[in-house]
């Protein structure tokens, strides 16, 4: 017989929170949510570069098996036996139209397993890179494009007899390995590549390729893939919920208490008592936490378990996130953000010297504070908008021929490939406007036609046209877009100059124009201008003027459900002349009120995340600021 254990302490695990939670309502999963369609490589879905004629591939005869992908590595075949040049490069399904939020995944994890035949079983590590019997994972914008890679892992061995491809793969065989992409230490930094290909996952904004290199052999080796996760942070859900979970045990009692706390960090257990559960019995066990009175923040969850004779205490590995929550589809991206770090990025156009040549767009790089420059467009026959027309959530480099011309023409660099675009919509004398009314991303191409005050708009998710009548000319109506109601699509609205009247048709009441379900505020004097955007992240756009005269900001706030004036926000910024410009230079995900002055090309913006005013000094007199308000637009419109 064994021993006994007598009186021997409780021991509780945390399963939720936790790194890898792939069922759980509580942690996003890219696949899952985004793609619609979990990679378990059940089918070849799950596969993008299945074609034996793709390029850097390194791996043949693949098959799907036992919801698994099996394959054999290829021979290597670098001749110098100190480099292994078989990367047997799996690229995983990631749809051109949902790039992935690298802000909002955090954790990659794989369950896989590689034929041991020649693994060293003196576990040396020389050996085993020799053998190239580790993995990686690989990101990048585009195949062509910023990359960067974690540092090399190797295939745990488990044992002597771990099973092998020779008596077939299982699943019981598997290991699940994680990453954490958040932390800098998982980049491998390749001395030689320069630096763009050398880029921590958070630094790349969003990414549009994923690839799993299960194995970099020097002999032909087979290896199987089961499943991959791209996981976010564990968060409370849109009602501040978490479901807490656990797996409980204890050596002689059945009958146990377990009071949950949470905590801003891992040491201590100074946390706040969430609750006490008496009578909890070994095995699982869960709590449905409600966070609606915690502050927005990170916690850690702590456990103090007793069994009557002695008392545990364990944190959780990870924190759980509170605050509110939007869904990744409904994510918005960051105005004029041209490198994809979630900063707006100070850009300007700057004429050519003669009215039909290219002008100059100068953009101060935030990811490196570089400048990017490109002649791009028409002098004096284009006006300049931030617009992104792929879907990346990066900034297009466009300009929308509209001064001249009898139709308007759409002229856009991709931002991806930088493919040119052009389409032609609207006439002459209309008002072109930015926004996504249908949510997929992608601007729509828009025009408001001001002798009507109908709203002309081509689907980019359908390719169809439609037409919507908002809005009155005789009262100075300007359209104004945004997300008044966080549904993540852009609302129909005007700011009536004449009145200061604001008049939105919500897209979650299907654009109804009842007085019931429209927001009609007096909000604003004629004359200002209005700045509607969401400044206190909340994920809706408050109404915002400014008012050039005082350079006074006001903002009716959407967290008071527009309970103005009896609550708002007053600020001075700016001064008169100066041009109010929407922009998140911080990168909190919440808009920074900002100007541009065209007397010394300097931008000026109070950070939301730290109150202190900050500068930039990019620009001339002359050029035009990407960004601008309507008022600026209208100004310069036939």
């Known amino acids: 017989h064994g021993p006994v254990t007598v009186n021997g302490a409780p021991i509780l695990s945390f399963n939720s929170p936790s790194r890898i939670n792939p069922n759980s309502a509580y942690q996003l999963e890219y696949f899952r949510d985004e793609v619609g369609n979990p990679a378990d490589f059940s089918d070849s879905a799950d596969v993008k570069n299945l074609n034996a004629a793709a390029t850097d591939r390194w791996w043949h005869s693949p098959e799907f098996a ?6 054999e590595s290829d021979a290597d075949p670098n001749p110098d036996p100190n480099i292994v040049g078989s990367d047997t490069a799996v690229v995983l399904n990631v749809p051109s139209n949902k ?8 954790y990659y994890c794989h369950r896989s397993q590689v034929d041991t035949s020649n693994v060293p079983r003196n576990g040396n590590a020389t050996a085993l890179n020799n053998a190239g019997l580790g993995h990686r994972t690989v990101w990048a914008k585009t195949s062509t494009g910023d990359e960067g890679r974690s540092a090399f892992h190797f295939h745990l061995e488990k044992s002597a007899n771990f099973p092998s491809s020779s ?20 980049l491998d930094v390749v001395a030689g590549l320069p630096a763009n290909q050398n880029k921590t996952w958070l630094s790349m904004g969003f990414v549009s390729v994923l690839r799993n290199d299960p194995i970099e052999s020097t002999d032909p080796t087979k290896f199987a893939l089961d499943q991959v996760w791209l996981l976010g942070e564990n968060s409370v859900d849109s009602d501040r919920l978490f479901q807490i979970g656990w797996d409980l045990s204890d050596s002689d009692s059945s009958s146990l208490s377990v009071a949950l706390y949470y905590d801003t960090n891992r040491s201590g257990f100074d946390g706040t008592l969430i609750t006490t559960l008496s009578n909890q019995s070994p095995g699982a066990g869960s709590y449905l936490w409600n966070a609606s009175g915690v502050p927005n923040g990170t916690y850690y969850i702590y456990a103090v378990v007793s069994d009557g004779f002695n008392t545990s205490r364990y944190y959780s590995d990870v924190y759980v996130r509170v605050q509110e929550t939007s869904s990744a589809s ?9 490198d994809g770090d979630f900063r707006t990025d100070p850009a300007v156009v700057r004429p050519g010297s003669k009215s039909a040549s290219a002008p100059t767009w100068y953009i101060r790089q935030s990811s490196t504070g570089t400048a990017t420059t490109k002649l791009w467009g028409a002098t004096y026959y284009d006006i300049f908008v931030d617009i992104d027309r792929d879907g990346d959530r990066t900034a ?44 997929d991303h992608i601007s729509d191409l828009t025009v408001y036609r001001r002798s009507d ?11 169809l046209g439609s037409s919507v009548q908002w809005g009155l000319q005789m009262f100075g109506d300007m359209p104004i877009v945004g997300d008044f109601d966080g549904d993540g699509k852009d609302d129909y609205g005007v700011f009536r100059d004449n009145f200061g009247y604001w008049a939105v048709r919500q897209s979650s009441k299907n654009g109804s124009t009842a007085l019931e379900d429209i927001i009609y505020k007096q909000w604003g004097l004629p004359g200002d201008h209005p700045m509607p955007g969401d400044y206190d992240g909340d994920g809706k756009a408050d109404l915002v003027v400014w008012r050039e005269n005082f ?5 009716c706030h959407s967290t008071t459900n527009y309970n103005c004036p009896a609550q708002y926000t007053m600020t001075q910024l700016g001064l008169p002349g100066d041009m109010p410009v929407k922009g998140d230079f911080d990168g909190d995900g919440v808009l920074d009120l900002a100007v541009w002055r065209p007397s010394n090309g300097t931008w000026y913006y109070i950070s939301s995340q730290t109150s202190q005013l900050m500068s930039i ?11 601008a308000g309507i008022k600026h637009l209208l100004n310069v419109l036939p």
């Open 396 to 439: 297009d480099i466009s300009a929308i021929r509209s001064l001249i011309n009898p139709n308007i023409e759409w002229v856009s660099a991709l931002s991806q490939n930088q493919a040119p675009e052009n389409t032609y919509w609207g006439v002459r004398g209309d008002v072109p406007i930015v926004a996504d009314f249908d949510g």
């Open 617 to 627: 000094q990019w620009g001339l007199p002359q050029d035009w600021p990407i960004g």
């Open 167 to 186: 008596n077939g793969y299982t699943k019981e065989g598997l290991t699940t390995y994680c990453l954490d992409l958040w932390d800098s230490q998982t």
């Open 551 to 555: 350079a006074l900001w006001f903002i």
């Open 330 to 338: 409904s994510q918005r991206r960051t105005p004029g953000d041209y």
């Open 453 to 463: 005050s109908t709203w002309w708009t081509i689907s980019s998710s359908t390719g």
């Open 66 to 71: 036992n919801g698994m992908f099996i394959a």
């Open 99 to 106: 790039p992935i939020n690298t802000s909002m995944y955090r």
